[in-house]
């Protein structure tokens, strides 16, 4: 059960009970014990009513909660190369990926954005920088122009199209209402076809970036079986498991892929032995 420090449905003098402090210290702060008392039962009233309205969800404490961790690597096949290692893979001795999408894809974990934030996506050197992102339903992304040339965003995402022009530096914020978690938002540039980057918008906190290191943590999640899912857009990779999160526990993985986790339409055919002719 959630920690509420709160007395719900308690009267005025059983809420303020355990709040009896040192009269010393009250006339030393020359402030009335009843005022602070008043203010501690509005407090708790105002909250009471929030949760009671699903404004706003208790916190769960350490206890309560689990986590996933670990770290992302490819497994590199020399009899299927991997084009675009040399730019997502520090080390191939180690494999350690970057850029990649780790999270839960769970629809019972949808949960309000109660702080937005906004983020900023440049365009420098006819690229998106960075070309992935994720973010929250609600979040806004800014988008700013380094190029001496002009630019665009536009996207054709069913829940977040738009099409803006962004001169020299110049910006534009966009804000993102819906999202589909691990079905990302493609951009691209209507004066530069090569330019891609992609924004994954979850309903729910446990989702990360991978940065060199190809590490990732999702803290705080309610204990319970969930489907992990890793995405590397730019170079077409996709994995998933099933993981049970205990609370007070931290789950630990490593996310091995390979080319055998490409895309299909990007996965190359294995050559048939010929068979010679009778």
């Not at 040192?22 to 039962?41: D, G, H, V």
């Not at 769970?106 to 920088?129: A, E, G, H, I, Y």
């Amino acid at each position: 059960m959630p920690v509420l420090h709160c007395c719900v449905g308690a009267d005025y003098n059983s809420c303020t009970a355990p709040l009896h402090p040192n009269p010393r210290q009250l006339m030393y702060l020359r402030i009335p014990y009843q005022i602070l008392a008043a203010l501690s039962f509005v407090l708790c009233c105002e909250v009471a009513c929030e949760i009671a309205c699903g404004q706003q969800k208790p916190a769960l404490v350490i206890s309560e909660v689990g986590s996933i961790e670990g770290t992302v690597v490819y497994r590199a096949d020399k009899a299927r190369p991997w084009r675009f290692s040399r730019y997502y893979v520090k080390s191939a001795k180690s494999g350690l990926l970057a850029e990649t999408i780790v999270g839960i894809h769970d629809r019972k974990l949808s949960l309000p954005n109660t702080k937005p934030q906004t983020v900023t996506m440049d365009q420098v050197n006819f690229q998106f920088t960075p070309e992935t992102l994720a973010i929250r339903v609600g979040d806004s992304v800014r988008f700013t122009n380094s190029d001496k040339e002009v630019h665009s965003v536009r996207t054709s995402d069913t829940l977040n199209r738009f099409n803006i022009t962004v001169p020299k530096g110049k910006e534009y914020v966009q804000r993102f209402p819906r999202g589909a978690s691990f079905r990302p938002v493609v951009l691209g540039c209507a004066f530069h076809g090569a330019m891609r980057a992609w924004i994954y918008v979850f309903d729910h906190p446990y989702y990360a970036l991978t940065k060199s290191d190809g590490k990732f943590e999702l803290p705080g999640i309610p204990p319970g079986k969930y489907t992990l899912r890793m995405a590397h857009p730019a170079g077409k990779l996709k994995w998933e498991k099933e993981v049970t999160v205990v609370a007070g526990e931290a789950t630990e993985l490593t996310i091995e892929v390979s080319p055998d986790d490409l895309e299909s339409n990007e996965k190359r055919p294995s050559r048939k032995p010929t068979t010679p002719n009778p």
